[in-house]
């Protein structure tokens, strides 16, 4: 009988030191939530990254030099000068 207490007596020891804290229990919930989180952010922005890499940029068809030319076309016209008809001299002399 000695021996089955001793067996007792040593699985009763193992539970008090395998048995853990309620709070270390929590905080290491709370670890593996905030590493999750921050996993899928890091996903998030890998990807977003990514795409704005790929994606091309439409205002780059839109830049100065359309401007410019469209406002050269557009002075051009109100730059021409028409040749008025002159009139006979007439000088006095």
Do not use: H
């Not at 990514?50 to 940029?57: G, H, I, K, L, N």
């Amino acid at each position: 009988m000695k021996n089955l207490d001793d067996l007792i007596n040593v699985a009763k020891i193992q539970e008090l030191i395998k048995k853990e804290d309620p709070e270390k229990k929590a905080s290491r919930r709370i670890l593996w939530v905030l590493a999750i989180i921050g996993a899928v952010t890091a996903v998030a922005a890998i990807a977003y990254a990514v795409y704005r890499y790929f994606t091309p940029d439409y205002l780059d068809d839109f830049d100065d030099d359309f401007d410019d030319d469209f406002d050269d076309d557009f002075f051009d016209d109100e730059e021409e000068v028409k040749p008025t008809p002159k009139a006979a001299d007439t000088t006095e002399a």
